[in-house]
């Protein structure tokens, strides 16, 4: 979600006027974020709890909305997306066991092929993607979905976990590895479960 300085400048517009306790610019302000701010929760939640979830960031950001202050490393965007990453640390505090990722259907399909076999396909992989991500530490998870769900740089990244560029360059590195060990694994699962079901298939 890397924003032009016109876009920025549009947003500190808008928030300035919510401060003013303009609702109707908040209103746009919420539009401009819902679903960003939506894809990052729904990738480290259950689907259940992730519009739940991101009404709470933004009632959180409509109260809290006097307290920001535009400053060098401090953006609104950058603010926001740490409510929402404290809107997951409080949900997971509260919840000790949490539901299974389950993926929802109206997220859009990117691909050039969408037909059905491809769609199922494509939802399968991503569930594998999922869980694999599920499995890697707080600051990883984070990093991996900043940077290929929400589509940040990494300078952009770096304001909103408050780190260096240099650190959040070697948590992704270390996250893209856990990630691709992670897969390895499942896939090579996945291939002994289907010989085993072909060759019981085979004996009936």
Request: charged fraction near 35%; glycine fraction near 2%.
């Amino acid at each position: 979600m890397a924003l032009t300085k016109k876009e920025l400048r549009e947003i500190e517009t808008l928030v300035r006027r919510a401060q003013k306790d303009d609702a109707e610019a908040f209103g746009e302000v919420y539009d401009r974020f819902v679903v960003p701010i939506y894809r990052y929760i729904y990738y480290r939640v259950a689907k259940s709890e992730a519009e739940d979830l991101t009404e709470t960031v933004f009632l959180r950001a409509w109260e809290k909305r006097h307290t920001y202050r535009k400053q060098k490393g401090n953006s609104f965007n950058a603010w926001i997306f740490r409510i929402a990453h404290n809107a997951v640390v409080d949900f997971y505090r509260t919840n000790a066991k949490t539901d299974i990722v389950e993926l929802s259907d109206d997220l859009p399909e990117t691909r050039a092929a969408a037909d059905p076999v491809a769609k199922l396909d494509g939802q399968f992989e991503q569930k594998k993607l999922i869980r694999a991500l599920r499995e890697l530490p707080e600051i990883q998870q984070q990093v991996v979905v900043l940077k290929f769900v929400n589509g940040f740089e990494n300078g952009e990244i770096a304001e909103i976990l408050e780190k260096s560029v240099g650190a959040v360059r070697v948590v992704q590195f270390r996250a893209l590895n856990r990630l691709k060990d992670l897969l390895e694994k499942s896939e090579k699962n996945s291939n002994k479960s289907e010989s085993f079901a072909f060759k019981t298939a085979e004996d009936v």
